[in-house]
């Protein structure tokens, strides 16, 4: 039998499980329990291996940083690596669906929060690759109590860990594991013992262990309570074990309705479906399709309890090789129903076994079954009480696997036989049937096969086709159709004589059906052609009374009519649409003359204007083209349109009368506007030019339409004001400018400027002159104007207020910017400290160094003589980029010590945030601040500092919170304590000091573990500074997993990242 892989505690460690982390302990692990198989030998014996389910806890659980990406509802999550898939999983954050938004590798465990009660994946044809540890605890696992579902789908998943993508421990009960649209590579898929599989959509499951580096070997494709295949799946296997193993009392094997599953095995060895709790119920759904072949037995050496196919299933199960148990092992009742088919093949072994309980096996009006064996009985019974019936068409035995049946058994008249019998063993007991008895030696017979009466069926496969075909026609002569004859008569007919074998008779029933197709035909064409005529015809006209013409009805029209008439046999309907025919011809005609007419009318008319606004004319337009357009508006019948055009004509001799005027006026415009320049430049104004001239120009141009004429014309008129109002203005300005340059002066000799003369009054002068043409006047204005500003152009005007930098107890110096080349004066307490602005505007003032506070003023002199206004500021304190260090403070410390930064001169003491006192920096950058008292108690008594305390040194009021240094007051410092170790020893016991965080074991210098504040398996530190470290197994220099033993060193520190930390030893005895 199959090696069992129930789990039991295990006590060991591996060696790279010890080196990969001294954060982990040993704890209850979990391996497959062997047990012997029932013959060593065998080629059954499925491949030997261990699975360990790890259970290996971390000494701090790590919590991930990451979150679950692009939150969509509530209960949903998109995750893009694997750190937001175990946040999404491990937290109880509501989160139920997650979507991966890209491919992601499974590199470490992923426990699912206890609190989670099911659980969807969505893939979205992404990837989940298993790159991390194996074992039960190794990729996804739960453990929970409450965890009810797991579904995934759309996801390609590239396996290594034999305990399945998600792990479902044993623990966990009655978990429904969903997998819908999968593509599985890996060496198992699914461990779920005590819950349920479900297979949906389209999957593909290929087992085996050369998918992912490093991967287990493969195993079964499920371990599960039961399994349930619903949609399209294919599986491979490749490996001896069972393809789908169950421990439970009462599994269900279930192939859904409608499913397609096809299962491949190129390893013989433990059956497809092999339960070891309980035995098995399997039923194929109806409709469903099952295919098993390869080299393992359906049910190996496990049996069915119940074994069913329904109605229209399709079973086939075909096994090569030495395999020999049998194919499938029965332990109670089979049915295979109406139109089922059932095919169970083998090299070796029995076909089917009925084990050793009352039994039923029913043959229930199935499409076909076949049974059989090359080496051994298509039917072994062990059972002291098998009944089994049929009701077949027909039923054939064979004591050979090839060749003819040995006998073969019909119903009569086409009809059904039935038969049952009852066994005992091999050997029938009592037989009963209809039309006839036998019985079925099982020892001897090596093939069964049963179901439909193929021969019996073809006969009436004929009379069906005959009937069918013949009643399409009235008699014998098959010339004329019957008249309930249809093409659905004639499609049932052909469906018929389809099921024929090819003959004689199948040729002439095919012969009569063509005719009948053509005969139908044309009895349709010509109804059809009758109804085409008739549609085509009446159509042309309005209603019944065939006197007015559908809009739509024109000469293609009446053409198409006439062929459609054409094809009619002469007759009176023929006669009666010809004449409607001819009728709409001659209306046609009428109505075509008249548009032709109208047609004629609307373009003279309308072709007067430029568009269809209808109110500019053509260019062309004169009154010739208005009286033609007259003569044929003339011709037209009254009515609105003939309304319409004589209007549009009105409109055209109007607009004709008003451009005719429209072109006097515009000559008039014309000579008064070009008249007022001296030629057609456009650029020099008629001496007697004048504002009168102008305006009398205007008035033409303003008679004239918009346009481009009119533009020009003003365009002109506007240049001709341009050049009147220069003159005027040219004038004006030269006066000005005169005015403003020599009244800057005393008299005409200009060389003293009035008192009134300054900076503005030059530039209102100079603006003015930059008004005049060039010329020699303006030279000389300008030559005037440039004495003047050299007469007003002294330095008088005082440098800008120097920018100064800001200035610390620690600066040496005044630093900043102003004028180059002014003297820079700085004035601290009356004494005066000087230096220069550099050319580029820098200044720098050596000074002593001043206490915070003091005022700094400033002055920039130029070399004029010119002060500046004084810029001033005060001192502040010297701050340094880092903060003090304190060294440990104990309860009722008088002082605090420490060192501070270059540069520090003084630090302040606060003590539980409340500010107390400042102190100076020595120059060795050590300070010592008072703190015998830290202040008073409600009762007024003097307080000092208690364990607890939290004790800050900053440097003043402006110190940001980076900068200050904090501490706690601590008790005396406890030296590091083990006590004495046994042989042996579970734990290694002592006292650390209180507060401390870490502590490792070492045991002959190789690192075991370490231990923190956190109680866990691997030990722990208790607030007070007492611990106890796991020692129950260690690994020694050689790498052997032992227990403590005298001589062995013991050594406890506070871990490998404490440099020059304690260490306390202790020798085992």
């Known amino acids: 039998m199959k090696k069992s892989k129930m789990l039991k505690p295990i006590n060991v460690m591996t060696t790279s499980f010890l080196l990969a982390s001294t954060l982990l302990m040993p704890s209850a692990g979990f391996a497959e329990e062997l047990s012997t198989p029932k013959n060593e030998e065998s080629s059954n014996s499925q491949e030997s291996g261990v699975k360990n389910q790890e259970a290996r806890t971390q000494t701090n659980e790590t919590k991930s940083s990451g979150k679950a990406a692009s939150k969509m509802m509530v209960n949903e999550a998109v995750v893009n690596n694997f750190q937001e898939l175990k946040a999404a999983l491990e937290t109880d954050n509501g989160i139920t669906a997650i979507h991966l938004g890209q491919n992601i590798d499974i590199s470490g465990a992923i426990k699912i929060h206890p609190e989670k009660s099911e659980i969807v994946i969505e893939g979205n044809d992404h990837t989940l690759s298993e790159t991390g540890a194996v074992g039960a605890s190794g990729g996804i696992y739960a453990n929970g109590k409450i965890l009810s579902s797991v579904h995934v789908k759309n996801v390609n998943i590239k396996g290594k860990n034999y305990y399945g993508l998600i792990t479902i421990h044993d623990v966990t009960k009655n978990v429904e594991q969903i997998f819908e649209n999968v593509n599985y590579s890996g060496p198992q898929l699914i461990w779920n013992r005590n819950g349920i599989a479900v297979f949906k959509g389209v999957n593909d499951i290929d087992i085996n262990n050369t998918t992912m580096p490093g991967s287990s070997p493969a195993h079964e494709m499920a371990e599960t309570g039961s399994v ?16 789908i193993w169950s421990v439970t009392k009462e599994p269900q094997f279930k192939i859904a309705p409608n499913a397609n599953v096809k299962i491949f095995t190129s390893k013989s060895g433990y059956g497809v479906f092999y339960a070891t709790g309980g035995d098995a119920d399997f039923s194929i759904g109806a409709n469903a399709k099952l295919e098993i072949d390869g080299k393992k037995g359906v049910t190996g050496s496990g049996k069915f309890k119940s074994f069913n196919v329904d109605a229209g299933a399709d079973v086939q199960m075909n096994r090569s090789g030495t395999d020999s148990y ?61 009944t089994m019936s049929m009701d077949t068409g027909m039923l054939k035995l064979w004591t050979s696997p090839t060749g003819d049946p040995a006998n073969s058994h019909v119903g009569k008249s086409g009809g059904n036989l039935t038969w049952q019998g009852i066994y005992k063993y091999n050997v029938a007991q009592s037989i009963g049937g209809n039309p006839e008895n036998f019985n079925i030696e099982f020892s001897k017979t090596k093939k069964i096969e049963l179901g439909k009466d193929v021969d019996g069926q073809a006969e009436k496969d004929l009379t069906d086709a005959k009937n069918k075909v013949e009643d399409l026609f009235t008699d014998d002569k098959f010339d004329t159709l019957e008249g309930t004859t249809d093409q659905g008569a004639i499609d049932e007919a052909q469906k018929a004589v389809n099921k024929l074998p090819e003959g004689a008779e199948k040729d002439r029933l095919q012969d009569l059906l063509n005719k009948a197709q053509d005969l139908l035909n044309k009895k349709e064409q010509a109804e059809k052609d009758l109804t085409d005529a008739k549609n085509k015809v009446e159509d042309l006209f309005t209603d019944d ?28 309907e023929k006669d009666r649409l010809q004449d409607l025919l001819n009728q709409a011809q001659d209306l046609l005609n009428k ?44 011709k037209l019948p009254e009515g609105a349109e003939k309304d319409r055009l004589q209007d549009l004509l009105n409109q055209a001799q109007d607009l004709l009368n008003k451009k005719e005027q429209a072109e ?24 007697t030019t004048d504002q009168e001239a102008i305006d009398e120009a205007q008035k033409a141009v303003n008679k004239l339409p918009e346009g481009a004429e009119k533009d020009r014309l003003q365009d002109l008129l506007n240049k001709a004001q341009d050049l009147l109002n220069k003159e005027e203005q040219a004038e004006k300005d030269l006066t000005d400018a005169k005015n403003k340059v020599e009244d800057l002066f005393t008299d005409d000799k200009f060389d003293t400027l009035e008192d009134t003369t300054d900076q503005e009054a030059i530039d209102e002068a100079q603006k003015a002159v930059n008004k005049l043409p060039e010329g020699a006047e303006k030279d000389r204005l300008q030559d005037l104007l440039n004495q003047a500003q050299d007469l007003l152009d002294k330095d008088i005007t005082a440098p800008d207020a120097p920018k100064l930098n800001e200035v610390t107890t620690n600066s040496k110096e005044v630093t900043g910017s102003g004028e180059p080349e002014a003297n820079v004066t700085v004035t601290i307490n009356s004494k005066k400290y000087t230096g220069v602005v550099g050319p580029e505007g820098k200044f720098k003032v050596a000074i002593p160094n001043q206490p915070v506070h003091t005022v700094i003023t400033v002055t920039l002199t130029d070399a004029a003589g010119n002060v ?7 001192v502040v304190q010297f701050m340094p980029s880092e903060p003090v260090k304190i060294n440990p403070v104990y309860p009722i410390a008088e002082v605090i010590t420490g060192t501070a930064p270059e540069g520090a001169t003084i630090v302040r003491l606060l003590v539980n945030g409340e500010a107390l006192r400042t102190a100076p920096v020595n120059e060795d950058g050590t300070f010592s601040i008072y703190s015998k008292y830290v202040g008073v108690d409600e009762n007024g008594n003097n307080k000092t500092l208690q364990v607890g305390d939290i004790v800050t040194v900053d440097y003043g009021v402006r110190t940001p919170s980076n900068l200050q240094a904090h501490t706690t007051v601590i008790k005396e410092a406890e030296k590091l304590q083990v006590n004495p170790v046994a042989p042996n020893a579970d734990y290694v016991t002592g006292k650390a000091s209180e507060g401390t965080k870490s502590l490792r074991l070492l045991v002959n210098g190789i690192a075991q573990r370490t231990v923190s504040l956190t109680q866990t398996g691997a030990g722990f530190i208790n607030p007070d500074g007492s611990y106890q470290i796991y020692s129950r197994f260690i690994v020694d220099e050689n790498g052997v997993t032992r227990r403590l033993q005298a001589g062995d060193v013991i050594e406890v520190d506070n871990g490998p990242l404490v440099v020059g930390g304690e260490i306390a030893k202790t020798v085992v005895k």
């Open 868 to 874: 500046s206004e004084s810029s001033s500021f005060r």
């Open 591 to 634: 109505k075509e003359q008249a548009e032709k007419d109208l047609t004629d009318a609307k373009n003279k008319v309308e072709d007067l204007f430029t568009d269809d606004k209808f109110d500019t004319l053509e260019g062309t337009t004169d009154q010739g083209a208005i009286d033609e357009a007259q003569k044929a508006v003339n």
């Open 664 to 687: 006097k006026d515009l000559t008039d415009a014309k000579n008064k506007v070009e008249d007022l320049f001296t030629d057609d430049k456009f650029d020099t104004l008629e001496d």
């Open 326 to 386: 049998p194919m499938v092992s029965l332990y109670g009742p089979a049915q295979i129903n109406n139109q089922a088919k059932l095919h169970v093949t083998t090299e070796d072994g029995h076909a089917l076994e009925v084990e050793n309980k009352p039994t039923t096996i029913d043959f229930n009006t199935p499409e076909n079954v076949v049974l059989s064996s090359v080496k051994k009985q298509a039917l072994n019974n062990l059972s002291t009480s098998l």
């Open 545 to 572: 009374r065939f006197d007015t013409l559908e809009g739509t009805t024109d000469q293609g029209a009446i053409d198409e009519a006439q062929k459609a008439v054409n094809k009619l046999p002469e007759g009176a």
């Open 228 to 243: 349930e295949i619903d949609g399209e799946t294919k599986i491979s296997h490749n490996n001896g074990y069972s393809l």
